[in-house]
């Protein structure tokens, strides 16, 4: 077992040391180097995007699991599920009015189990709530998307409500975590089942932003064409990527810990 470690503590030992332009290199690469696996691997890539689904789903549940058997938030952003209620209510809003199918089903459960999170934080386990950590301002994050939905939004032939309405869940979705963050941040102690829900975001994240540009490759940027055109389609491919790479740290000492045999995650200063 020692002699499994130590290669590995080697190597995180070494990145660890590395200047911030060469981190943000090694991290480029190997995002690319999982991309190209999952193209020769996966036939229908299509499947990356249910991935995506089923991998947030887990991490729902181990956040129900915390909350029911643990009965603590301790740890969790009430303001981070407050932002994903927010752009899932405007997604579930565009879905009815622009195209109905059968993401509108599961955007709906996943808005039900968030509006239930809020109420046991809000209500039944209020006491546990770390209100002083969460201290990142939701106007902070919602501004910046709506102002920018105003200026780039779809280009569609439906109502221009309802495009800067899809444009503004699409930039809320891409930040929506930042509060959950911030609070690990703060604290810099994570406990395990906290951290297996933001681990499974970061994964699902990824998977999704791997379903979007393999799309792209495939279809040789014929889908961009397809969303619009303007600055909408790149910046729908750039909310994917942001998404990714928002939680790309996080998830480095996330697995440097899972493997060092460690329960609880300690952060190091400046990450996240």
Not at 116 to 124: E, G, P, Q
Request: glycine share 4%.
């Amino acid at each position: 077992m020692k002699a499994t470690k130590r290669p590995i503590h080697a190597v995180s030992t070494w990145v660890r040391r590395q200047p911030t332009k060469i981190k943000a290199f090694l991290a480029l690469m190997s995002g690319i180097a999982v991309l190209v696996s999952l193209r020769l691997i996966v036939e229908d890539h299509d499947n990356l995007f249910v991935a995506a689904e089923a991998v947030h789903a887990i991490g729902i549940s181990v956040l129900i699991f915390k909350l029911m058997k643990e009965k603590t938030c301790a740890g969790l952003s009430l303001k981070s599920q407050e932002l994903t209620a927010m752009f899932l209510a405007v997604r579930l809003y565009c879905s009815f009015v622009m195209e109905y199918d059968i993401h509108t089903l599961l955007d709906s459960a996943t808005l039900a189990t968030t509006l239930w999170v809020i109420y046991m934080i809000r209500f039944k386990l209020r006491s546990s709530y770390m209100d002083d950590k969460d201290n990142l301002a939701i106007y902070y994050v919602v501004i910046p998307c709506a102002l920018l939905s105003l200026v780039i939004h779809p280009t569609t032939q439906h109502n221009i409500v309802n495009r800067i309405c899809w444009g503004f869940c699409v930039y809320l979705e891409a930040v929506s975590v930042l509060p959950q963050l911030r609070v690990m941040q703060n604290t810099k102690i994570v406990e395990p089942f906290t951290a297996h829900y933001v681990f499974a975001l970061g994964v699902a994240r990824f998977l999704s932003c791997a379903h979007w540009v393999l799309q792209v490759l495939d279809t040789r940027g014929r889908l961009l064409t397809a969303l619009g055109y303007g600055l909408w389609p790149s910046m729908v491919l750039l909310s994917e990527v942001v998404q990714t790479f928002i939680l790309a740290d996080f998830c480095y000492y996330y697995v440097k810990s899972l493997v060092g045999g460690q329960l609880v995650l300690r952060l190091p200063s400046g990450v996240v």
